[in-house]
């Protein structure tokens, strides 16, 4: 029985030009063997060590690949045209083996993540080459930015324009005091390359908006949000969402913190979640209710932890699950989280395909706070000198904050009692509120008037503008 | 050995990595086999492989195709292109282990979305290693 060996070009050098060969036999298999028994440099490149085909190369008795007959054993008969067919494939190394070589230097550096079977050299390698954006510098950003250039990440790009201020560094462990007044950047990093000098830091010193948010986020394979507020906390989820990249995510207040690992593309987003951001005010800053400087140290630690088992690919992720955490307790809770099949991002009909204006997304602007009538700190120093008694001075602050610093004359009535408590006063005086800066007095005030006050007004920057401008011998916080 | 191809080819080729990426372009290099290969036309081929971006293949299929349109053209397959996003324009380990003898194989570099260096590569007898070969690139008239 006489079958044709056909014999693709690059095999041609090694039958003396033939493109076919008749040989004999009565399977594919003998028909080989008679191949390479009279052309033997053709052994080397058509079968493994071991004796069997490679797997680029494929057999084709006339149309029909052997794999999907007999293989080796499937019979011919004479006429049958038996083709050797190439398939052509290879790539590029994995992105850990050219990429991000360690010198002597970094291995010792790294020398007790090496021992680590879970992260060995290719994890390493692995942080090494990767590229991790870091949106804020302050409280999260600070603990998790350090914790990421320790642990090696190759480029760690951070969001901020803010400056370094003193009442920062109760918990902005990544700033100093020799940085006050300097951009948050230029603070962090020169903390950072100090620790690690390996590390490369990608400034962009701006407000993350929607015009730029895509640019900025698509150069980089995994987000951490450490912002402050919701604006930009739904900013970062939609643009993760749509260039579908991966947002570890952190939150903080008083003592309590959570976090979680959003990723639409194999579980929930923040919007999951949250689909609505709370209104404008309900949510006080950390600026206005203030928050315990170690918190962020935890959460933030827990942002880089995660940051770190996304890349090296260990353990099980925060994906579908919220953390949350109580700092007084000491206790962590956690939720399971489902992704949405109604998310407006991210679930089965999604209803946003952009970047929206999320200013006006989470009602900021939208509803103009009251505007009553304003007292200088300078006037109201000038008018408690002529009027003495007859001007009341109301501080709607809480108790607390009149142990740290209060005004002589002042009356402490804080903003969540005074309704109650308006019997307490002479509807006919002349009443000044203050609080910290402003914003609760001006609350006050609104509920004053509505409750037929007459001669009310507030006290413009409260007690900061007043230590910094009249009493500058007072403290202030 | 020698290959030989036209400027114009080798824009496209680079045109074919940056659009590809960051995942790997391929194709086949058509035209006259003989002391200087000559590459008279560029055949795109679907990467089968798309469970990982750094790698590709021309399934055999899809080579049968190919071939029997370019050998009503009187052409011949003479080897592929592919592209290493981010990465060197040399072969990788992998690329050595799948490659077949004769065939011309240029890599091309394509860093963040930019086409970078191209080179070409041929398989050592031993298939130790793959040598590179000159590339010879004429100007358009």
């Given at each position: 029985?006489?079958?044709?060996?056909?014999?693709?070009?690059?095999?041609?050098?090694?039958?003396?030009?033939?493109?076919?060969?008749?040989?004999?036999?009565?399977?594919?298999?003998?028909?080989?063997?008679?191949?390479?028994?009279?052309?033997?440099?053709?052994?080397?490149?058509?079968?493994?060590?071991?004796?069997?085909?490679?797997?680029?190369?494929?057999?084709?008795?006339?149309?029909?690949?052997?794999?999907?007959?007999?293989?080796?054993?499937?019979?011919?008969?004479?006429?049958?045209?038996?083709?050797?067919?190439?398939?052509?494939?290879?790539?590029?190394?994995?992105?850990?083996?050219?990429?991000?070589?360690?010198?002597?230097?970094?291995?010792?550096?790294?020398?007790?993540?090496?021992?680590?079977?879970?992260?060995?050299?290719?994890?390493?390698?692995?942080?090494?080459?990767?590229?991790?954006?870091?949106?804020?510098?302050?409280?999260?950003?600070s603990p998790l930015s350090l914790y990421l250039a320790a642990a090696g990440v190759g480029t760690i790009g951070i969001v901020d324009f803010d400056v370094v201020d003193l009442t920062n560094l109760q918990r902005q462990i990544v700033h100093g005091t020799s940085t006050l007044g300097r951009s948050k950047l230029d603070s962090a990093e020169e903390r950072l390359t100090d620790l690690n000098p390996n590390v490369r830091i990608e400034r962009h010193e701006t407000r993350l908006t929607s015009q730029n948010a895509l640019e900025t986020i698509g150069e980089?394979?995994?987000?951490?949000?450490?912002?402050?507020?919701?604006?930009?906390?739904?900013?970062?989820?939609?643009?993760?969402?749509?260039?579908?990249?991966?947002?570890?995510?952190?939150?903080?207040?008083?003592?309590?913190?959570?976090?979680?690992?959003?990723?639409?593309?194999?579980?929930?987003?923040?919007?999951?979640?949250?689909?609505?951001?709370?209104?404008?005010?309900?949510?006080?800053?950390?600026?206005?209710?203030?928050?315990?400087?170690?918190?962020?140290?935890?959460?933030?630690?827990?942002?880089?932890?995660?940051?770190?088992?996304?890349?090296?690919?260990?353990?099980?992720?925060?994906?579908?699950?919220?953390?949350?955490?109580?700092?007084?307790?000491?206790?962590?809770?956690?939720?399971?989280?489902?992704?949405?099949?109604?998310?407006?991002?991210?679930?089965?009909?999604?209803?946003?395909?952009?970047?929206?204006?999320?200013?006006?997304?989470?009602?900021?602007?939208?509803?103009?706070?009251?505007?009553?009538?304003?007292?200088?700190?300078?006037?109201?120093?000038?008018?408690?000198?002529?009027?003495?008694?007859?001007?009341?001075?109301?501080?709607?602050?809480?108790?607390?904050?009149w142990d740290i610093v209060h005004i002589e004359g002042a009356r402490l009535i804080p903003l969540n009692q005074l309704p109650e408590r308006l019997a307490e006063l002479d509807g006919h005086a002349e009443i000044v509120t203050h609080c910290h800066h402003g914003a609760r007095s001006m609350k006050a005030l609104e509920i004053l008037k509505g409750a037929g006050f007459g001669k009310v007004r507030s006290l413009a920057g409260g007690i900061d503008a007043w230590a910094e401008r009249v009493e500058t011998g007072l403290p202030r916080y | 050995m020698t290959?030989?191809?036209?400027?114009?080819?080798?824009?496209?080729?680079?045109?074919?990595?940056?659009?590809?990426?960051?995942?790997?372009?391929?194709?086949?290099?058509?035209?006259?086999?003989?002391?200087?290969?000559?590459?008279?036309?560029?055949?795109?081929?679907?990467?089968?492989?798309?469970?990982?971006?750094?790698?590709?293949?021309?399934?055999?299929?899809?080579?049968?195709?190919?071939?029997?349109?370019?050998?009503?053209?009187?052409?011949?397959?003479?080897?592929?292109?592919?592209?290493?996003?981010?990465?060197?324009?040399?072969?990788?380990?992998?690329?050595?282990?799948?490659?077949?003898?004769?065939?011309?194989?240029?890599?091309?570099?394509?860093?963040?979305?930019?086409?970078?260096?191209?080179?070409?590569?041929?398989?050592?007898?031993?298939?130790?290693?793959?040598?590179?070969?000159?590339?010879?690139?004429?100007?358009?008239?």
């Amino acid at each position: 029985m006489s079958v044709t060996v056909s014999i693709p070009t690059p095999l041609r050098p090694f039958t003396a030009g033939h493109d076919s060969i008749e040989l004999a036999g009565d399977t594919v298999g003998q028909v080989l063997d008679g191949l390479l028994a009279t052309h033997t440099g053709l052994k080397r490149h058509l079968l493994q060590d071991d004796g069997r085909l490679r797997n680029f190369v494929s057999l084709y008795l006339n149309e029909t690949d052997i794999r999907h007959l007999a293989s080796t054993a499937t019979p011919v008969r004479s006429g049958d045209v038996l083709t050797i067919v190439p398939s052509i494939a290879g790539g590029a190394p994995a992105t850990a083996d050219t990429k991000a070589a360690l010198s002597h230097a970094e291995m010792l550096r790294y020398s007790r993540h090496l021992l680590l079977p879970e992260v060995g050299v290719s994890g390493q390698r692995k942080l090494k080459a990767a590229r991790v954006l870091t949106v804020g510098a302050g409280g999260l950003g600070s603990p998790l930015s350090l914790y990421l250039a320790a642990a090696g990440v190759g480029t760690i790009g951070i969001v901020d324009f803010d400056v370094v201020d003193l009442t920062n560094l109760q918990r902005q462990i990544v700033h100093g005091t020799s940085t006050l007044g300097r951009s948050k950047l230029d603070s962090a990093e020169e903390r950072l390359t100090d620790l690690n000098p390996n590390v490369r830091i990608e400034r962009h010193e701006t407000r993350l908006t929607s015009q730029n948010a895509l640019e900025t986020i698509g150069e980089y394979d995994i987000v951490v949000d450490g912002t402050d507020n919701f604006p930009t906390r739904y900013l970062v989820n939609d643009a993760c969402v749509l260039l579908g990249k991966p947002n570890v995510y952190g939150s903080i207040f008083r003592f309590e913190g959570q976090a979680s690992l959003f990723y639409a593309a194999k579980g929930p987003c923040y919007r999951c979640l949250y689909s609505e951001p709370p209104p404008p005010g309900l949510v006080p800053s950390c600026a206005e209710g203030g928050v315990l400087g170690v918190l962020p140290g935890i959460i933030g630690s827990i942002q880089a932890l995660e940051t770190i088992k996304w890349i090296i690919g260990a353990g099980t992720s925060l994906l579908g699950r919220l953390v949350l955490f109580d700092a007084l307790k000491l206790r962590f809770r956690e939720l399971e989280l489902r992704k949405d099949p109604a998310c407006p991002i991210c679930g089965t009909n999604p209803s946003i395909h952009e970047l929206i204006d999320y200013e006006a997304f989470c009602g900021i602007g939208a509803e103009p706070a009251y505007d009553g009538p304003e007292i200088s700190p300078e006037e109201l120093d000038q008018e408690m000198r002529e009027k003495g008694g007859d001007l009341v001075l109301i501080d709607v602050r809480e108790p607390h904050e009149w142990d740290i610093v209060h005004i002589e004359g002042a009356r402490l009535i804080p903003l969540n009692q005074l309704p109650e408590r308006l019997a307490e006063l002479d509807g006919h005086a002349e009443i000044v509120t203050h609080c910290h800066h402003g914003a609760r007095s001006m609350k006050a005030l609104e509920i004053l008037k509505g409750a037929g006050f007459g001669k009310v007004r507030s006290l413009a920057g409260g007690i900061d503008a007043w230590a910094e401008r009249v009493e500058t011998g007072l403290p202030r916080y | 050995m020698t290959l030989r191809l036209s400027a114009f080819l080798v824009h496209e080729i680079r045109r074919a990595g940056e659009r590809a990426y960051p995942s790997e372009c391929c194709g086949v290099l058509a035209g006259h086999p003989g002391e200087v290969k000559d590459v008279v036309k560029l055949v795109p081929v679907t990467n089968r492989r798309t469970d990982d971006p750094h790698r590709y293949l021309i399934a055999p299929d899809d080579l049968r195709r190919v071939e029997a349109g370019l050998r009503a053209a009187g052409l011949e397959v003479l080897g592929c292109y592919h592209s290493h996003p981010d990465h060197p324009a040399a072969p990788s380990a992998i690329d050595v282990e799948q490659a077949w003898p004769w065939y011309s194989y240029i890599i091309v570099r394509v860093d963040r979305g930019a086409a970078a260096e191209l080179t070409s590569w041929v398989l050592d007898d031993d298939r130790s290693a793959m040598s590179p070969e000159s590339v010879d690139v004429l100007s358009e008239v």
